[in-house]
């Protein structure tokens, strides 16, 4: 569709604008030199096919149609509003909206899909939440859940959490734009939602820029949730390692490198958590003989199975015990144990526990608690749709 072809022209509209208020529209027609018709005759050169068509129009739509008048054509609004959205001059918007202070008219920009995440995150920073939450009242509501239903994946499938605080939550974890992860960071309502700031902290795509403002704020929950990131920028790992907790979490979770494996050695307990180790780094920790470090070793979900033979040797009970828990430790391993009547309670945690094993150790009260509390487990039940024994 060209716009300028249309300058001059008469367009039908059945029903209502979808994307533009009913006044927007109306304004962008007259923008655009399009004159808008709400009955047909020799004039319309386009019909339009909007939203909530009254059963009149959509009979004299259907009737149009089937006599293909004059080679007339028939185009979803859509697809207009589509085009109108293209040839909205930002700045243009963004002036007239700050000068007029028409509050109705932002958010109706913001309740657009069809405007560019470009000129949202724009019109964005022009709303006030007026330091209330994100759904404290009903203007609130409506840019809360217009930005959730832009940007949320299959909305579809939870219609409900366009409603809901947690759909911020949802972002953050879904994306992997640092676009929207700032945009969100800098909402009002996000210091009445701490959580949601944690959570953004934590991501692998919060860029430096944003660490660094974390930082600063020296909050210690925000400090506690950025030195978990896998992420974190060079200049403030060396800033948490002269903490000894914040430390550990970021020997625990930071992507190891050679380097920063040599740098985290003050803090071996933390390293032996992390799930990036090689083979190399493991045995060299192992090699220390420490048993905190290896115990810490048996908990790390990506221990190497060499390391972890070698870790079921130890006449350390919490090591075995922490052993025969990890989800990587082989399915032969945990049947044999449970063959000999062993560890029972670990396994029945143990995800990598085969079903049939978890389906007779939930017949035992003992550990009827534990399997059903086993993600593995759960999934399983869901998959085959049946309900839990009793």
Known sequence: MNLKELEDKTILLFGKSRAFSSDEFASQMRFHKINLASEFDDSVALVIEGKMMTPYEQKASNELY??????????????????????????????????????????????????????????????????????????????SAAFILRFYENIERNHNVQYATTGFMHLVSQTKSTQLLKAISQLEPIKQNPKIEFAIAMSIWCDDAMQESFFKTNNPGVLEALSQNKNLKPSLIKEFLKDEKLGRNVAKNIKLTDELF????????????????????????????????SYALALNNSIDEKILNLLLESTNEEIRSAIYENKTTPVAILEKAYKN??????????????VEILYQLQLDSRYARSVMENPAFGKYIQQENIGWQM
């Open 66 to 143: 089937e006599k293909k008048y004059q080679g007339l054509e028939f185009v979803s609004i859509d697809v207009l509003e589509k085009e109108l959205a293209k040839h909205i001059d930002a700045d243009t918007l963004l002036m007239s909206l700050k000068l007029s202070h028409d509050k109705e008219r932002l958010k109706s920009f913001l309740q657009n899909s069809t405007i560019s995440d470009e000129l949202f995150f724009k019109l964005l920073k022009m709303y006030s939440y007026r330091g209330e939450d994100f759904f404290e009242n009903d203007d609130n509501r409506d840019v």
């Open 262 to 293: 040599e740098l985290f050695k003050t803090n071996k307990i933390g390293l032996a958590l992390n799930e990036s180790l090689t083979l190399r780094m493991q045995e060299e920790l192992l090699s220390y003989d420490d048993e905190k470090i």
């Open 341 to 354: 009547n062993e560890y029972l309670q670990e396994i029945a945690k143990n995800e990598n526990t085969p």
